[in-house]
């Protein structure tokens, strides 16, 4: 092995190894209230599930504004050009504000409109409008949160990351206990016990970002008055490259929460076995996600340096570890399969079917790995913004939801087969998307220095 390649794979587990961390905590805090709801029952524990689906619609709205900056700072960090770096991120912030009041307010005002878009049991919508009402108080600080953490990433500052969602979890787990069991003489509120788990959780991560802000980044540190910067130019920039990352994100986002609706109006067994088989995925996925977030910060920080043949080798050696991570994702979810079955209180139609939902699973996060490493890390890193979107308008929304919703609605088939409809569009892209990557036209500069 070459003293480059070492120091590619060097570089590369110093990123990856924290972001799959923090991945697996994200996800550990989404899945501690269906894990301890499972204990409870499975309309409590359908209830929460879908009431979290505003907050994902939320976070993928971030998570796109976030990674349409995270191209240009991550090409602009490659060039070392803080002040452009300090305009992107105070657009983001000032978006990330917006989004975070607005989804607080609807969830506040109409929290029975938002549950009925996911399911028409009428105990299950219940607990999802307690749950909203509840949890609405974490968006504005998860929204600052998640936009202050994804941006200095791209700066290569991963560490602070997955100190912040630990100690979000430990919070998370000790306010779930105490509050939705009533140990320790605090009242047992159930759902609601959840939601404030995952409130305090949230302000825990943002006390934790201002303090380090001030006192520890060494790098970047935000000051209110970078919301004052104004630069045509750059605003552009991070609208045509943000615009269609935010389209992507959305569109997948609600393709996934279109799903879990389709699946949700097939029964509260259906509703809580699909809630269990998303937590197995994203646990699956954590690294994958990890690679593919660090072949942005790496793609992104080459092309900026100047050095597009490097960046083609790097996208090369991030595919064969996107492959390997789906492998060994797929391979801890068919060893958890029959721990889960056994540990959670399920009636045995949701246990039937999660069963066969999780193997399900199995192979869409070996998909699933792929192309996220290709469209999230190398596409994105490269400036290629678009070519996500056209994917998945074309093959989630063309394909699985139109299809799975035919088979729900209007054949009456068994939920395991409209289940089997709906993920099969990570498979399907595998092809058009390896076509893309091997044409190079993800490979552009995107900065104006």
């Not at 005002?109 to 909203?132: C, H, I, K, R």
């Not at 009402?133 to 504005?140: A, E, H, K, N």
């Not at 969602?165 to 159930?190: D, E, H, M």
């Not at 079917?353 to 890390?377: D, F, H, R």
Request: charged fraction near 15%; proline fraction near 2%; aromatic fraction near 10%.
């Amino acid at each position: 092995m070459s003293q480059e390649s070492k120091t590619f794979y060097r570089k590369t587990l110093a990123l990856v190894i924290p972001m799959a961390l923090q991945n697996l905590i994200n996800v550990g805090i989404s899945s501690i209230d269906v894990i301890m709801l499972g204990k409870v029952g499975e309309k409590v524990l359908s209830g929460a599930s879908l009431g979290a689906q505003v907050q994902f619609i939320m976070g993928l709205l971030l998570f796109g504004v976030t990674s349409g900056a995270a191209v240009l700072m991550a090409q602009y960090w490659g060039k070392r050009d803080m002040h452009s770096i300090e305009t992107v991120f105070s657009i983001a912030v000032k978006i990330a504000l917006a989004a975070g009041v607005l989804f607080t307010i609807a969830a506040l005002a109409v929290p029975q409109v938002l549950m009925s878009f996911f399911t028409n049991d009428d105990e299950v919508m219940a607990n999802g409008v307690m749950y909203l009402r509840v949890v609405s108080f974490s968006y504005i600080p998860n929204a600052l949160t998640m936009i202050y953490l994804n941006s200095i990433r791209s700066m290569e500052k991963v560490g602070i990351g997955l100190v912040t969602y630990l100690f979000s979890l430990v919070t998370n787990i000790i306010v779930n206990a105490l509050l939705i069991f009533g140990y320790f003489g605090f009242p047992k509120l159930g759902v609601v016990g959840a939601a404030a788990g995952t409130v305090a959780a949230r302000i825990v991560e943002f006390i934790i970002v201002l303090i380090y802000d001030k006192k520890f980044n060494d790098v970047f540190t935000f000051h209110l008055k970078y919301l004052k910067i104004k630069n045509k130019g750059l605003e552009s920039d991070f609208l045509k490259i943000s615009a269609p990352v935010i389209a992507n994100e959305l569109m997948w986002g609600l393709g996934l929460s279109t799903m879990t609706a389709i699946i949700g109006h097939l029964g509260s067994a259906a509703t809580a076995a699909n809630s269990v088989a998303q937590v197995c995925r994203n646990l699956a996925t954590v690294i994958a996600f990890g690679v593919a977030n660090a072949a942005a910060v790496m793609i992104g920080k080459a092309i900026g340096e100047g050095s597009k043949e490097l960046a083609k080798i790097y996208g090369g050696r991030f595919i064969k570890l996107s492959i390997g991570t789906g492998i060994f994702g797929s391979l801890v979810i068919l060893c958890a399969r029959p721990v889960i079955l056994s540990v959670l209180v399920l009636s045995d139609d949701a246990r039937e079917l999660l069963s066969i939902m999780i193997l399900i699973m199995s192979y869409y996060v070996i998909a699933q790995a792929y192309n996220t490493t290709l469209i999230v890390g190398i596409f994105r890193g490269g400036g290629d913004t678009r070519f996500g979107f056209f994917l998945d308008v074309a093959f989630m929304w063309g394909v699985s939801i139109i299809i799975g919703y035919v088979a729900a609605f209007m054949l009456g088939l068994p939920a395991v087969a409209v289940a089997f409809i709906l993920y099969c569009d990570e498979v399907l892209k595998i092809p058009v998307s390896t076509w893309r990557y091997k044409t190079y036209k993800w490979l552009n500069d995107v900065t104006r220095t």
